[in-house]
């Protein structure tokens, strides 16, 4: 498509996205006979002939639809082991703040995918170890109030 700069003269068309229009060649073709003025318009074209046949729409299998069921589990851990749990249907909460043990979480994850599993595993691990040095702290202080105990009973 030519697109001149500059003033628009009268009769010229201004919208691109015009209408196919189909033009009566009939008409002009038989006043031409009629004259022996030769013709050099271009033959006008019907634009719905140009365009390619529209293929009918594909129809779609009458079998049964799935209905599809979207439930949301949510688990959360803490450093210190502990697990919760979460399930929501859509916004609705069908379960809140369970407890949740960690083999079960591991367990879980493992039946699930080994991409979700690693990373969870991880995470109860590093909490394992945390929670051994928490409890070799409270033995080693467990240990020195019994020594303050006994010492406190041999006093006389």
Same mark, same amino acid.
């Given at each position: 498509?030519?697109?001149?700069?500059?003033?628009?003269?009268?009769?010229?068309?201004?919208?691109?996205?015009?209408?196919?229009?189909?033009?009566?060649?009939?008409?002009?073709?038989?006043?031409?006979?009629?004259?022996?003025?030769?013709?050099?318009?271009?033959?006008?074209?019907?634009?719905?002939?140009?365009?390619?046949?529209?293929?009918?729409?594909?129809?779609?299998?009458?079998?049964?639809?799935?209905?599809?069921?979207?439930?949301?589990?949510?688990?959360?851990?803490?450093? @210190?082991?502990?697990?919760?749990?979460?399930?929501?249907?859509?916004?609705?909460?069908?379960?809140?703040?369970?407890?949740?043990?960690?083999?079960?979480?591991?367990?879980?994850?493992?039946?699930?995918?080994? @991409?979700?599993?690693?990373?969870?595993?991880?995470?109860?691990?590093?909490?394992?170890?945390?929670?051994?040095?928490r409890v070799a702290a409270?033995?080693?202080?467990?240990?020195?109030?019994?020594?303050?105990?006994? @010492?406190?009973?041999?006093?006389?």
């Open positions: 498509m030519n697109l001149a700069a500059g003033p628009a003269a009268a009769g010229d068309i201004q919208e691109e996205n015009a209408t196919p229009m189909t033009v009566n060649t009939l008409t002009a073709e038989a006043s031409r006979a009629d004259s022996d003025i030769p013709d050099t318009r271009v033959p006008a074209v019907d634009a719905s002939a140009e365009e390619k046949p529209r293929k009918a729409p594909a129809k779609k299998t009458a079998g049964k639809k799935t209905k599809t069921l979207e439930l949301t589990l949510t688990v959360t851990g803490t450093a @210190d082991g502990e697990w919760r749990a979460d399930l929501k249907q859509g916004t609705s909460f069908l379960a809140r703040n369970l407890a949740v043990a960690a083999a079960a979480v591991s367990r879980a994850a493992k039946e699930l995918h080994e @991409d979700l599993s690693n990373p969870i595993d991880e995470v109860i691990e590093e909490a394992r170890s945390q929670q051994a040095a409270l033995e080693l202080e467990l240990e020195a109030a019994r020594r303050a105990l006994a @010492d406190l009973d041999s006093a006389p």
